[in-house]
């Protein structure tokens, strides 16, 4: 199950950033790897079969160039309309991965992103994660999911 939600993460956010961002160069990459102190992180809560989390870790040039990509507007700094605009990502990649799902008959809804900040102090039964290094830099999406009872 694991390597499947990985793989389903994945390919989602592939798809996204080559239909929404034009960009198809995209690679896994080692969570060692990711490395960053200031981020952006958007939390979107899964419920269902499957209930949980993924939070979604957005440094801050990745934040900036999503959203320059995404409005054609140069923004320098993470106000409210970068964070509403990777928000949006998260939300759009968390639908594709549902639908993927629910082709394997795992039926979930996700809740709407929020803004977060790191908690590690929860216990889940599926827990992995997807980093993915891109052109316009890196994201990484930390999967925190229990199967229902």
Request: charged share 20%; aromatic share 6%.
């Given at each position: 199950?694991?390597?499947?939600?990985?793989n389903?993460?994945?390919?989602?956010?592939h798809?996204?950033?080559q239909?929404?961002?034009?960009i198809?160069?995209?690679s896994a990459q080692?969570?060692?790897?990711?490395?960053?102190?200031?981020e952006?992180?958007i939390?979107v809560?899964?419920?269902?079969?499957?209930?949980?989390?993924?939070i979604?870790?957005f440094?801050?040039?990745t934040?900036?160039n999503?959203?320059?990509?995404?409005?054609?507007?140069?923004?320098d700094?993470v106000?409210?309309f970068?964070t509403s605009?990777v928000?949006e990502?998260?939300?759009?990649?968390?639908?594709?991965?549902?639908?993927a799902l629910s082709?394997n008959?795992v039926k979930?809804d996700?809740?709407?992103?929020?803004l977060?900040k790191?908690?590690?102090d929860?216990d889940y039964?599926l827990?992995t994660s997807?980093?993915?290094?891109?052109?316009?830099?890196?994201?990484?999406?930390l999967?925190?999911?229990?199967?229902?009872s």
């Open positions: 199950m694991i390597n499947n939600l990985y389903v993460f994945f390919d989602a956010t798809n996204v950033f239909l929404m961002l034009n198809s160069d995209i080692p969570e060692e790897e990711f490395k960053c102190d200031d952006v992180d939390s809560g899964i419920q269902g079969d499957l209930s949980g989390e993924v979604y870790r440094p801050v040039p934040s900036l999503i959203v320059n990509i995404m409005s054609g507007m140069q923004f700094s106000d409210a970068v605009a928000s990502m998260a939300n759009i990649i968390s639908g594709n991965v549902l639908t082709d008959d979930c996700i809740l709407p992103p929020v977060c790191l908690d590690d929860k039964e827990k997807c980093c993915i290094n891109t052109a316009i830099g890196e994201i990484c999406l999967i925190r999911l229990n199967r229902a």
